[in-house]
């Protein structure tokens, strides 16, 4: 199994608090993503990052923000947290060969976030 | 932009039957990757089998096979000999050019013993 671990993996807070979910591997891949996962949207990409300090948006981006500065961790910040941000957020991580970035992902657990 | 359309909320099966979940894409792009995953209750994503587009033949992994059809922008899974431990939610992604996995909304599978 790849090493990914997600912390929290359950958190309630309110609305306007600031909210930070963290992603580690142990495995060294460049690859890393934030999704989240909602009834009837199936996993819909945060943000993503290819490298340490190199992120970039996905396509549910707005009232998020990610920072990597080493290659094991990938925070997702919530910096005003909503009532639609209440989602459960899947940290995952690509496959590289010696050809480059497979495409297949390894999920962490998920994390269940409620903004109440 | 890339779609993906699992046009089949839910499905049932009997266990040790087959059972095929369906899985259409629209896409402009020539080469790229297909993927089943499969997310049981423990909300843990798995892959199941991945296809590459340039393939022709269909890919296998024991009892889960695909049909894979380029032109139709169509990948189906077949699950051959249904187990109870089959049941979950099983999502259909494409892998585009810039490595983002564009998802379908799932499929229910459930096994009746």
């Known amino acids: 199994d790849a090493g990914i671990t997600q912390s929290p993996r359950h958190k309630v807070t309110e609305t306007g608090t600031p909210v930070t979910l963290r992603c580690h591997q142990t495995e060294n891949h460049r690859y890393m993503y934030w999704y989240r996962q909602d009834p009837g949207h199936g996993l819909r990409l945060i943000h993503y990052?290819?490298?340490?300090?190199?992120?970039d948006k996905g396509e549910v981006s707005d009232g998020y923000s990610v920072s990597r500065s080493k290659t094991e961790d990938f925070l997702l910040t919530l910096e005003s947290a909503t009532s639609s941000q209440t989602s459960v957020y899947f940290c995952?991580?690509?496959?590289?060969?010696?050809?480059?970035?497979?495409?297949?992902?390894?999920f962490g657990e998920g994390s269940r976030l409620t903004v109440l | 932009a890339q779609t993906v359309t699992q046009s089949q909320p839910e499905m049932s099966v009997q266990e040790a039957e087959t059972v095929t979940l369906s899985c259409t894409y629209d896409?402009?792009?020539?080469?790229?990757?297909l993927f089943w995953y499969k997310q049981p209750p423990s909300r843990q994503m798995i892959l199941v089998i991945r296809?590459?587009?340039?393939k022709q033949q269909n890919a296998t992994e024991n009892r889960f096979s695909v049909n894979f059809q380029k032109a139709a922008k169509s990948f189906s899974l077949k699950i051959s000999d249904s187990q109870l431990g089959d049941a979950a939610m099983y999502f259909c992604a494409y892998l585009n050019s810039n490595y983002q996995l564009i998802w379908g909304a799932g499929t229910k599978l459930i096994i009746k013993p």
């Open positions: 995952a991580i690509s496959e590289e060969t010696s050809g480059g970035n497979t495409g297949e992902l390894f």
């Open positions: 896409t402009s792009e020539s080469d790229y990757y």
């Open positions: 296809q590459e587009a340039y």
């Open positions: 990052s290819y490298g340490v300090k190199d992120t």
